[in-house]
């Protein structure tokens, strides 16, 4: 075999090795441990986007964690404007993604510190124990995002 051949053929070996790699670890994640303290209603979007995309266009799992101000999020009594080029809220997307099955909690600290209770939580958002967030966010087969 001349050496241009054979350099060829283990390029393309290495190559195929890679992608079969990517592709396990790639199915292998479980979903998203997505925590939202920022006060900023696009990042809250998007944050919210991705969650969307990972539930619907990728059949993957959800945990989200709302603090500090993003912890207002969670209250029935937040509303958020629509934002461009969807016409859709943080709020709005929010909802969404509870009623297509993630995890949504607030962090133990916002409700005593901000003055409210569980009963002024959005339907489906509950407070999130600290040892099962750690769990979750140690969970190797979970990416995390934070906004």
Do not use: W
Not at 3 to 24: E, Q, W
Not at 26 to 36: D, H
Not at 72 to 89: E, I, N, Q, Y
Not at 123 to 130: E, F, K, L, Q, R
Request: glycine share 6%; net charge positive.
């Amino acid at each position: 075999m001349n050496s241009f051949l054979s350099r060829t053929l283990m390029v393309c070996g290495l190559l195929a090795i890679t992608i079969v790699s990517t592709h396990a670890q790639a199915k292998m994640a479980e979903g998203l441990n997505v925590v939202v303290t920022t006060s900023d209603r696009q990042a809250q979007l998007m944050s919210m986007v991705l969650s969307m995309q990972t539930l619907k266009a990728h059949k993957k799992k959800v945990n989200m964690i709302l603090c500090g101000s993003a912890g207002d999020l969670a209250l029935k009594s937040t509303k958020t404007a629509k934002m461009k080029p969807r016409d859709v809220s943080p709020t709005m997307l929010l909802k969404k993604i509870i009623k297509l099955g993630a995890k949504v909690e607030v962090c133990p600290l916002y409700l005593p510190n901000a003055g409210k209770d569980k009963s002024e939580l959005i339907d489906g958002i509950s407070v999130a124990n600290p040892k099962q967030g750690a769990a979750d966010l140690l969970n190797p087969n979970f990416q995390n995002l934070t906004y």
